[in-house]
């Protein structure tokens, strides 16, 4: 069925693209045109294929380059005239198929964020991915795995590396002033979230209740003490001391 949706697409974004420039569109011209609308065809398949989970950053890479490469393709190629292939797909079409397909790749791919799940190579697209992306399945591999290996009791076993990688994705997430990363990882997050808030968050609040009573109590026992302290402590009578009489007669002498 897929497979069949993607032949659909090419077929139609070439009979478009075929009718909206007419017949005079050169033979050289053809080729890039074809490879565009192919690229195209597989990005939508593979987005479409890869909206839950979201995956579109990770399975979508090769098919976005490819929609960059083959557009950037019909700009360079060119005709008999010496006019670019992309003049007549573009500047010629008032329908303006073939940038409003361009252009909304590139917005569903900017939208998600995919970039920051790689490393930008001379300003474009690259299939090396970043540092941070690396680093975040990292904590998560490991986390996943702790989770695997501890499923009867998840919550004590699993908190100390739950908390890296919430850490680190809070982390990458607020730094350069990021909303938010890409949009592969934030799913990943926010399904790691409703995981342990559905199974782990009464674990820790059990252990949060313990503390607050704890010191609650302290608070308490402080109180009685000092209060103990002024009832029980022996109350000191000021002491007077009486003057002599030789004070009394130096003190007449002056009067």
Request: aromatic letters at 14%.
């Amino acid at each position: 069925m897929a497979y069949t949706i993607l032949v659909f697409n090419i077929l139609l974004i070439t009979i478009l693209i075929y009718h909206a420039v007419g017949r005079e569109v050169p033979s050289a011209c053809n080729d890039v045109r074809d490879q565009f609308a192919v690229a195209i065809s597989e990005f939508t398949w593979c987005s479409i294929n890869s909206s839950r989970p979201i995956k579109l950053c990770e399975n979508c890479a090769d098919y976005y380059i490819n929609i960059i490469s083959t557009y950037q393709n019909m700009s360079e190629v060119k005709s008999v005239n010496g006019t670019p292939c992309l003049d007549y797909f573009v500047n010629l079409d008032r329908l303006q198929i073939v940038e409003t397909q361009y252009l909304s790749s590139v917005d569903l791919w900017n939208r998600g964020k995919c970039y920051e799940c790689y490393v930008a190579a001379n300003g474009t697209q690259s299939r090396e991915r970043s540092n941070e992306y690396k680093q975040f399945m990292n904590y998560y591999e490991s986390y996943n795995s702790c989770v695997t290996n501890n499923h009867d009791n998840p919550c004590p076993n699993c908190m100390d590396s739950y908390d890296l990688l919430q850490n680190y994705f809070l982390g990458i997430s607020n730094s350069n002033e990021r909303i938010s990363f890409c949009i592969d990882l934030a799913d990943l997050m926010n399904s790691t979230w409703t995981y342990w808030g559905e199974n782990c968050c009464k674990y820790r609040k059990h252990h949060e209740y313990i503390f607050i009573g704890s010191t609650i109590g302290v608070i308490i026992l402080t109180i009685f003490f000092y209060i103990g302290v002024q009832f029980c402590a022996e109350k000191r009578v000021p002491t007077i001391i009486q003057q002599t009489r030789f004070a009394e007669s130096l003190s007449s002498l002056r009067n």
